[in-house]
């Protein structure tokens, strides 16, 4: 099994929202086998939000994946973040920005 994973942080800028700043990081996404990432830690799938939304068929959620393959992503302390990015792989544009 492969796990599209983010790599340790690339750069960190802060971002000025009124008089607060919120620090933005920039991750590469990489596709990793699952043993690799997890290695001698504990897992579980989690699924919770299917009984939100409908996930893709599992063909379009490769294709969608793949091309963010090599690509720099970057994630606020809030609001955007990996799980929000897996989310939107799985279930597309049921998933806001």
């Known amino acids: 099994d492969c796990l599209i994973s983010s790599l340790p942080c690339t750069g960190k800028q802060d971002l000025k929202l009124g008089v607060h700043k919120v620090p933005v ?23 919770k939000s299917d009984q939100y939304h409908t996930p893709l ?23 955007s973040n990996c799980e929000h990015f897996v989310k939107k792989l799985r279930y597309g544009g049921q998933v806001s920005d």
């Open 57 to 79: 068929p599992v063909e379009e959620i490769i294709r969608y994946t793949e091309d963010y393959i090599d690509k720099d992503m970057t994630y606020r302390a809030f609001g």
């Open 25 to 47: 990081f920039t991750r590469k996404v990489k596709k990793q086998l699952l043993k690799e990432v997890v290695q001698n830690d504990k897992w579980c799938v989690n699924n």
